[in-house]
T-cell receptor
């Protein structure tokens, strides 16, 4: 986990609410990623960012939004449009500047477990 | 397009016996391959990686994996299981010229159970 902080560890949301998950890193990595993990499905990419003020949709971006105003921070907002948000959310980082597909190793934060009540 | 198949969703072994977690991949180019481990409610930790150097890769905690291009496999092994090895293991392929938004494809995971 070292160098990547995710908060809160557990988060509960009522239906119709937006919630924001925090991810902060002090690894000086250029790229940051958000994944969603559901039991038996591995990790699925939500959004990623290669550089400040720029981000790209991943495979399951609908119902989520992100911002990258600082290199160290990549918050994820789960909006009310996400119909099934209960999951474990993982933030990751990687170094390099030539595009996320060329970053071989990703470093993961400890995760946030989101539950919809 | 690239893909990863972890052949077993669950593997159960006795403490002190060998561990084998199987992974097959498909990729159009020369991929990089990784194994990550995840303990309950934790993030993923890198065990080892193959990046076109030696085909036998040694990782942390006594794990190793062998890249076999002819079999498109990257199986993870450990000679003697320890109770602390109980976790979820993910095989990952990185193909910079392949499909996917970020070139990384995760397997669905293998849950390793260690019997005392």
């Amino acid at each position: 986990d070292g160098g990547i902080t995710q908060s809160p560890k557990y988060l509960f949301r009522k239906e119709g609410q937006n919630v924001t998950l925090s991810c902060e890193q002090n690894l000086n990595h250029d790229a940051m990623y958000w994944y969603r993990q559901d039991p038996g499905q591995g990790l699925r990419l939500i959004y990623y960012s290669q550089i400040v003020n720029d981000f790209q949709k991943g495979d399951i971006a609908e119902g989520y939004s992100v911002s990258r105003e600082k290199k160290e921070s990549f918050p994820l907002t789960v909006t009310s449009a996400q119909k099934n948000p209960t999951a474990f959310y993982l933030c990751a980082t990687a170094g390099g500047t030539s595009g996320p597909s060329s970053y071989n190793e990703q470093f993961f934060g400890p995760g946030t477990r989101l539950t919809v009540l | 397009a690239q893909s990863v198949t972890q052949l077993d969703s669950h593997v159960s072994v006795s403490e002190g016996t060998p561990v084998l977690l199987r992974c097959n991949y498909s990729s159009s180019y020369s991929p990089s391959l990784f194994w990550y481990v995840q303990h309950p409610n934790k993030g993923l930790q890198l065990l080892l990686k193959y990046t076109s150097a030696a085909t036998l890769v040694k990782g942390i905690n006594g794990f190793e994996a062998e890249f076999k291009k002819s079999e498109t496999s990257f199986h993870l092994t450990k000679p003697s299981a320890h109770m602390s090895d109980a976790a979820e293991y993910f095989c990952v392929v990185s193909d910079p010229q392949g499909g996917g938004a970020d070139g990384l494809t995760f397997g669905k995971g293998t849950h390793l159970i260690i019997q005392p």
